[in-house]
């Protein structure tokens, strides 16, 4: 059996963190890759090591001495070194990037680098093989990841060996550092696992699997203790994730389980990830997730269904000025489109002139400052009435629905309120769910 596992930067925060972390390791011997981030806060007033170092990049961009910084971020991995008693000599490691940098490093090398001391940290600690992931990740001219190129330099690196590997980057072709986007150690560790058929992908992190609800919106949620891929994919798109969303795909296609567990109470299950489940969920919904700041477009026209083309045309518009759709419920004579208001507001004339000029409607209506919300569950499929749940819910709570969309199957349900009564709706849902269980 072969796990790989993934550690996020609040559990390598500091040499407390990473003791944490040789304990996890070491108590299953199936824990044979180890993916690490770079340091995360250790306070709430902290910084996160990244952050610091595009702080850096940002000095250098605008010659401005980073003098302070650098020494602040070398300051943090001297003390795990010498708390845990490493023999690397990490001071020499930052000498070297230190010239590097006064010969000029691009911003992406810079960022990188935090998790390659941490990864040259964990691996002294463990006594495993250090990987540099520029060795094994892969990028095409494009970004985008090259799957085979990739998973093929890994196995012939690793070699069954137990081995410690930096997340967050890669390799371009012309041998450029690239790294992912915020939260992309997670895609490094779905990318190992999925290189090396791993059994299970485990990501720790500071939560105790995947919440019910967003925590900071209801106090001390219910976790899940299991979650198929579609329903984790609806409720990460709304915001409700503990995992970097493009990490589900590569493990996914291989079948692979991912738990997510907490390394500060190793001994709790935490959230399985998986294609599919028979088990039955705890409750009705598996989870509610949602995100403020949208517009709805809401689009009028006389006899609309008869028209053949007219939606096509009427999304042309919103093609033709860069406007991605987020949903698009409908009538007989009536459509409305919800799209991100921060995009919409530049454009929001170029839009409605378009519509006019393509589609010559009777009305065209704007909404702002709305919210949508997922409500998700397999367990919705197979129980009447959950809808009706729903609205009693928040009618009880005098919360106005906008909108409500339901796909044909039947995992999901959106609910579109006015972004003052966002919060209030997601408690009034969890309440009727979870609390009472109606």
Same mark, same amino acid.
């Given at each position: 059996?072969?796990?790989?596992?993934?550690?996020?930067?609040?559990s390598?925060?500091?040499?407390?963190?990473?003791?944490?972390?040789?304990?996890?390791?070491?108590?299953?011997?199936?824990?044979?890759?180890?993916?690490?981030?770079?340091?995360?806060?250790?306070?709430?007033?902290?910084?996160?090591?990244?952050?610091?170092?595009?702080?850096?990049?940002?000095?250098?961009?605008?010659?401005?001495?980073?003098?302070?910084?650098?020494e602040?971020i070398?300051?943090?991995?001297?003390?795990?070194?010498i708390?845990?008693?490493?023999?690397?000599?990490?001071?020499?490691?930052?000498d070297?990037?230190?010239?590097?940098?006064?010969?000029?490093?691009?911003?992406?090398?810079?960022?990188?680098?935090?998790?390659?001391?941490?990864?040259?940290?964990?691996?002294?600690?463990?006594?495993?093989?250090?990987?540099?992931?520029?060795?094994?990740?892969?990028?095409?001219?494009?970004?985008?990841?090259?799957?085979?190129?990739?998973?093929?330099?890994?196995?012939?690196?690793?070699?069954?060996?137990?081995?410690v590997?930096?997340?967050?980057?890669?390799?371009?072709?012309?041998?450029?550092?690239?790294?992912?986007?915020?939260?992309?150690?997670?895609?490094?560790?779905?990318?190992?696992?999925?290189a090396?058929?791993?059994?299970v992908?485990?990501?720790?992190?500071?939560v105790?699997?995947?919440?019910?609800?967003?925590? +900071?919106?209801?106090?001390? =949620?219910?976790? *899940? #203790?299991?979650?198929?891929?579609k329903? !984790?994919?609806?409720?990460?798109?709304? $915001?409700?994730?503990?995992?970097?969303?493009?990490?589900?795909?590569?493990?996914?296609?291989?079948?692979?389980?991912?738990?997510?567990?907490?390394?500060?109470?190793?001994?709790?299950?935490?959230?399985?990830?998986?294609?599919?489940?028979?088990?039955?969920?705890?409750?009705?919904?598996?989870?509610?997730?949602?995100?403020?700041?949208?517009?709805?477009?809401?689009?009028?026209?006389?006899?609309?269904?008869?028209?053949?083309?007219?939606?096509r045309?009427?999304?042309?518009?919103?093609?033709?000025?860069?406007?991605?759709?987020?949903?698009?419920?409908?009538?007989?004579?009536?459509?409305?489109?919800?799209?991100?208001?921060?995009?919409?507001?530049?454009?929001?004339?170029?839009?409605?002139?378009?519509? +006019?000029?393509?589609?010559? =409607?009777?009305? *065209? #209506?704007?909404?702002?400052?709305?919210? !949508?919300?997922?409500?998700?569950?397999? $367990?919705?499929?197979?129980?009447?009435?959950?809808?009706?749940?729903?609205?009693?819910?928040?009618?009880?709570?005098?919360i106005?629905?906008?909108?409500?969309?339901?796909?044909?199957s039947?995992?999901?349900?959106?609910i579109?309120?006015?972004?003052?009564?966002?919060?209030e709706?997601?408690?009034?849902?969890?309440?009727?769910?979870?609390?009472?269980?109606?």
């Amino acid at each position: 059996m072969l796990k790989v596992v993934k550690f996020g930067g609040t559990s390598l925060a500091d040499a407390v963190q990473f003791a944490k972390v040789k304990s996890i390791v070491e108590s299953d011997d199936t824990r044979k890759v180890v993916v690490v981030s770079a340091p995360g806060k250790r306070t709430p007033d902290d910084y996160k090591v990244t952050d610091l170092l595009y702080l850096c990049a940002a000095h250098l961009k605008y010659k401005v001495s980073s003098k302070d910084i650098f020494e602040m971020i070398r300051s943090r991995y001297k003390d795990i070194a010498i708390e845990l008693k490493l023999s690397i000599d990490i001071d020499k490691e930052f000498d070297i990037l230190w010239n590097q940098m006064q010969q000029g490093i691009t911003e992406n090398e810079l960022a990188s680098r935090g998790e390659y001391f941490s990864a040259r940290l964990m691996a002294d600690y463990l006594g495993y093989t250090f990987i540099d992931s520029i060795n094994w990740v892969k990028f095409n001219f494009d970004g985008t990841i090259n799957y085979e190129t990739s998973y093929n330099a890994l196995l012939q690196i690793t070699e069954g060996n137990k081995v410690v590997i930096p997340g967050f980057y890669g390799v371009m072709p012309d041998g450029r550092v690239h790294t992912f986007t915020r939260g992309g150690s997670d895609v490094t560790g779905a990318l190992a696992a999925a290189a090396l058929k791993a059994d299970v992908y485990e990501n720790w992190t500071d939560v105790s699997g995947f919440l019910v609800a967003d925590p +900071r919106i209801i106090k001390n =949620p219910e976790a *899940i #203790e299991a979650i198929t891929y579609k329903e !984790l994919r609806e409720l990460s798109y709304m $915001g409700a994730s503990v995992l970097h969303e493009d990490a589900i795909f590569p493990v996914r296609k291989e079948g692979i389980p991912i738990n997510i567990r907490n390394t500060n109470d190793p001994e709790a299950d935490g959230t399985l990830i998986v294609e599919s489940t028979c088990q039955k969920p705890e409750y009705t919904i598996t989870g509610i997730a949602g995100k403020k700041g949208f517009v709805a477009v809401g689009i009028d026209k006389d006899m609309m269904n008869a028209e053949v083309g007219f939606c096509r045309k009427a999304l042309q518009a919103f093609e033709e000025n860069g406007i991605s759709i987020e949903h698009m419920p409908s009538g007989i004579d009536t459509m409305t489109v919800f799209v991100h208001q921060a995009e919409f507001e530049g454009k929001e004339q170029q839009v409605i002139s378009s519509i +006019r000029r393509l589609t010559h =409607p009777d009305v *065209i #209506e704007l909404e702002a400052d709305l919210a !949508l919300i997922a409500v998700v569950g397999r $367990g919705m499929k197979s129980t009447r009435g959950t809808a009706g749940r729903i609205f009693s819910a928040l009618a009880h709570a005098n919360i106005n629905v906008k909108m409500i969309d339901q796909g044909s199957s039947e995992l999901n349900i959106i609910i579109g309120v006015s972004n003052d009564d966002f919060e209030e709706a997601i408690k009034a849902i969890y309440d009727i769910f979870v609390e009472t269980r109606l």
